[in-house]
């Protein structure tokens, strides 16, 4: 059974910086892209950044120049380093992971993590 474990929320004054990691254990299985998305209250989720398994990253453009995705393939883990972090960044930041098992392709989630950014 595959699982995300996310870690590394929390909260912080505008301006300041948090590091998300989520880790996806188990067996059988390899991970295409990873990627990390934030739901806030009452919005829907959306998309904050996302990394192919070659390194090729995308970002949200409220958070360009702002936060770096990143992985490492031998842990399996996947980063977001947040920087200079505004109010409106206040969410539950979601880990994703895009799995193949075989023949079968399919999408897992993290648990989600708290984000709170104070003005």
């Known amino acids: 059974q595959v699982q995300l474990v996310e870690s590394g929320g929390g909260l912080v004054q505008a301006g300041g910086s948090l590091r998300l990691s989520c880790a996806v254990s188990g067996s059988g299985f390899a991970i295409n892209a990873m990627g990390w998305y934030r739901q806030a209250p009452g919005k829907q989720r959306e998309l904050v950044a996302t990394i192919t398994s070659g390194g090729s990253t995308n970002y949200a453009d409220s958070v360009k120049g702002r936060f770096t995705i990143s992985r490492d393939n031998a842990k399996n883990t996947v980063y977001l380093q947040m920087n200079s972090l505004e109010p409106e960044d206040t969410a539950v930041y979601y880990c994703?992971?895009?799995?193949?098992?075989?023949?079968?392709?399919?999408?897992?989630w993290g648990q989600g993590t708290q984000v709170t950014v104070s003005s």
């Open positions: 994703n992971a895009h799995l193949r098992r075989g023949n079968v392709e399919y999408n897992d």
